[in-house]
């Protein structure tokens, strides 16, 4: 078990894939993000890089899961409003366990209205879909979440998405 | 460059691909990209993945599979429609620099499985091989006709990527079409990867 007292919620994030050898990380840039993103850079046991766009991300996750590696894409809400033709047609048609990590905006503080309408799109898009998802909103709660989100994805072959709230994070408020 | 290309014929330069292959990947993008793929291969051949929708992620896709198998040459087959809707993959490609990753660009400048509309870039005198370099990926011709295309692939197989070749062709529609199994493509492959066993 990770020692919950001293962890951060982004190195119990970097153990748990770690942990459940996913070592491709993909991701469309995103500021709460940013500490998953520079752990995994700085850390050769995964290969991580930045797509140009979301799909193109669930595109290269999806590939390499075909061909024996695990990987996951990282965005934020509004990104991930750019994907339900491709999780529909490829990683729910095709049966891949594609992991994909969100970070919330557009709740709990939002500035932005678009951000708050989008927000509003991203759970109703992933039940309509059938994709498994959890919102995480404690740090006590975070490796159990995450562990069990990525075995469960890999076990049943099935994409799943894991929502990190700003209860967790902290989010990202106007300055 | 363009200009001087002959225009040729997918299911044509699909068999003459297939015919150099031996147990490298291929990812057939949407549509007829992925049905020529599937009547050149006999249905027969592991290796392939055939996108039956995510139109625009042949690219990816392949990149992906690249990455797992270092070792094994990649190519990914795909439309000029279906490559203008993920420009930007160009630019992941040429930043990760995958060695052992060709892509292969069918351009007859129209969306031909939906009734043979212009694309853009046609309308335009886009030419894709300069994108692609212009996106870094310096390796990056058109093939002038089809004993040059079969250089390029041979150069491909043989050298270190990534590779881009394009070739104009006609608007024949594709000679069959790919079964609509996504999950049975998705195991085969799989298999085909060595992921699976048989």
């Known amino acids: ?175 | 460059m363009l200009r001087n290309t002959k225009v040729m014929n997918r299911f044509d330069l699909t068999q003459r691909l297939v015919a150099k292959l031996k147990d490298e990947a291929v990812v057939g993008g949407i549509g007829f990209s992925n049905f020529d793929l599937w009547a050149s291969s006999g249905g027969q051949r592991l290796e392939n993945f055939y996108m039956l929708g995510s139109m625009g992620l042949a690219v990816p896709i392949a990149l992906g599979v690249a990455i797992a198998q270092p070792q094994r040459k990649v190519f990914a087959l795909e439309g000029d429609g279906s490559l203008l809707m993920q420009l930007g993959c160009l630019t992941t490609v040429a930043a990760q620099a995958p060695k052992n990753l060709a892509i292969i660009v069918w351009d007859n400048g129209m969306y031909a499985i939906t009734g043979g509309q212009a694309t853009p870039a046609a309308q335009a005198g886009t030419d894709i091989v300069a994108i692609a370099r212009g996106a870094g990926i310096a390796q990056s011709a058109w093939a002038s006709d089809e004993a040059e295309f079969e250089a390029l692939v041979d150069q491909s197989l043989a050298g270190d990527g990534p590779w881009l070749i394009a070739a104009r062709i006609d608007s024949e529609r594709a000679v069959k079409q790919t079964p609509r199994d996504p999950v049975l493509h998705r195991q085969r492959f799989m298999q085909g990867m060595g992921v699976r066993g048989a």
């Open chain 1, 1 to 175: 078990m990770v020692d919950t007292t001293t962890k951060t919620w982004h190195g119990i994030v970097l153990d748990v894939l770690k942990r459940n050898e996913v070592r491709l990380v993909t991701y469309v840039p995103d500021n709460v993000l940013r500490p998953v993103i520079d752990g995994a850079h700085a850390d050769p046991y995964f290969t991580a890089f930045a797509a140009a766009r979301e799909e193109e991300a669930v595109g290269i996750v999806s590939g390499a899961w075909m061909a024996g590696m695990r990987g996951i894409v990282l965005m934020q809400t509004s990104g991930f409003a750019t994907l339900p033709n491709v999780l529909a047609s490829l990683a729910c048609a095709c049966q891949i366990p594609l992991l994909m990590m969100v970070s919330e905006r557009g709740t709990l503080g939002e500035f932005n209205l678009g951000q708050a309408l989008v927000c509003r799109t991203m759970r109703p898009v992933l039940d309509a879909l059938g994709v498994e998802h959890h919102t995480i909103k404690r740090l006590d709660e975070t490796e159990f979440i995450v562990d069990r989100t990525i075995r469960q994805a890999i076990g049943t072959q099935a994409p799943a998405c894991l929502i990190l709230s700003p209860l967790l994070t902290g989010g990202k408020v106007l300055s």
